[in-house]
């Protein structure tokens, strides 16, 4: 539905306008209404006005307003807010630049805004992106109250979108940081600077920012990802203390390998009592773990042996011998290897039981491997030593030693 707009100007008088439904009036009688509305102000104005004018000249125009234009000018007019008002009308006057709906008080008003405006139009034009977040960031900071504050936020994520998928990171990176210093809190851009600072290898600093965003939305999944974040940066703290929060969650309860990785830092770090700690925890998770296809049994093998021979290496620098061995066969169990079976025969040997640790020695030497002639020189002297110095009958030895084995190698 369009409406007719008849805007009549007077030299000496107020403007007048007749604005009307073209589907509700006749474009007769609304030509009439102008005209006798003329008629009566310049009367009006004749009879007050003593001193002789120049001949007056009348301008008529007709415009046609149609019902989005005067609905929107019609909210805006209506606001009470003087700054949301002035705000609806700029925006108004973008949209309908040549609108005859506007009075001189709506300019007026406008003036008030313009500024912000302004500001804001010239940052959305830049196209280099860093100059365009100076902008964006000088705006905030200069119009903290603006209306446009949505656009602006709107605006400098889009901005972000646009680095992260032509993966310029370090571009990526600068321009989170800066949104980060003057709004602190943006989940968002904490999730920029985790992904540029992970593909930068920045582990530290991603680890940081998920934390970041972690306590504002708390996701256990998320957790994880800081976790991982940690264990890539050699933050053995940090992946620590992130890997005892994911123990507490039940969606963790058969997540061995999160535990395994703990057994390994530690045991790289020579800490023997906390690699066991955690070897412990593993092995209890590995129980929990489903079992889905052949790649998977094989990884828990590997694992089983791999705590198992931790926590048996911890008891036997404690001297608790034969903890250690009952702990050493529980990991060949798993899965044979050389290093297993010679540390039983070090273990037995260490009790005086040398009839076990000679056969375990020969199995340690028949799987081969950096033990291998040290377990064959140490069963030669302690053979030796209960058969007269002899080595008389000691193929009976690596038969024992091959059914312990199974024949494996």
């Known amino acids: 539905m369009k409406k007719i707009k008849?805007?009549?100007?007077l030299p000496d008088l107020r403007d007048i306008t007749i604005i009307g439904d073209l589907q509700k009036l006749p474009l007769g009688v609304l030509a009439l209404a102008a005209v006798l509305?003329?008629?009566?102000?310049a009367k009006g104005a004749l009879a007050?006005?003593?001193?002789?004018?120049?001949?007056s000249t009348g301008e008529g125009q007709i415009s046609y307003v149609d019902d989005a234009e005067d609905?929107?000018?019609r909210a805006a007019r209506k606001e009470p807010d003087p700054k949301k008002r002035a705000a609806m009308l700029m925006e108004f006057l973008q949209k309908y630049p040549k609108s005859m709906l506007m009075e001189q008080a709506d300019y007026e008003e406008i003036k008030t805004v313009e500024d912000e405006y302004n500001a804001y139009y010239a940052a959305g034009k830049e196209t280099?992106?860093?100059?365009?977040?100076a902008m964006f960031v000088e705006f905030v900071q200069k119009y903290p109250e603006s209306t446009l504050m949505e656009q602006i936020n709107n605006g400098y994520m889009e901005m972000l979108k646009e680095t992260s998928q032509g993966k310029k990171y370090e571009l990526l990176e600068s321009l989170a940081e800066k949104w980060l210093k003057i709004h602190p809190k943006e989940k968002e851009a904490y999730a920029f600077v985790a992904e540029a600072a992970m593909n930068l290898k920045k582990y530290d600093k991603c680890g940081e920012c998920l934390e970041a965003i972690y306590g504002i939305q708390p996701f256990p999944s998320l957790a994880r990802e800081i976790h991982m974040c940690y264990q890539k940066a050699d933050n053995l703290a940090k992946q620590i203390e992130w890997a005892d929060k994911l123990f507490k969650m039940p969606e963790f309860d058969g997540d061995y390998m999160l535990r395994y990785d703990c057994v390994m830092s530690f045991y790289k770090e020579n800490n023997l009592p906390k690699a066991a700690e955690y070897a412990q925890l593993a092995l209890k998770s590995a129980d929990l773990a489903e079992r889905p296809d052949a790649a998977a049994q094989e990884q828990l093998r590997k694992v089983r042996r791999a705590c198992y021979h931790v926590i048996?290496?911890?008891?036997?620098?404690?001297?608790n011998y034969a903890e250690a061995a009952s702990a050493f066969k529980n990991a060949v169990e798993a899965e044979k290897y050389g290093d297993g079976y010679y540390k039983i025969g070090l273990c037995l040997d260490n009790q005086k039981e040398i009839e076990d640790a000679i056969v375990y020695y020969a199995a340690a030497e028949i799987m081969g491997g950096e033990d291998a002639p040290k377990a064959k020189a140490r069963l030669e002297v302690l053979y030796k030593a209960i058969h007269n110095d002899t080595l008389i009958g000691i193929d009976k030895v690596y038969k024992r030693a091959?059914?312990?084995t199974g024949g494996a190698k």
């Open 6 to 9: 008849i805007s009549f100007h």
């Open 37 to 41: 509305c003329i008629g009566t102000a």
């Open 48 to 55: 007050d006005q003593k001193q002789p004018k120049a001949p």
């Open 71 to 73: 609905n929107a000018y």
């Open 128 to 133: 280099d992106f860093a100059k365009r977040a």
């Open 312 to 319: 048996a290496s911890n008891l036997m620098e404690k001297g």
């Open 402 to 404: 091959k059914e312990l």
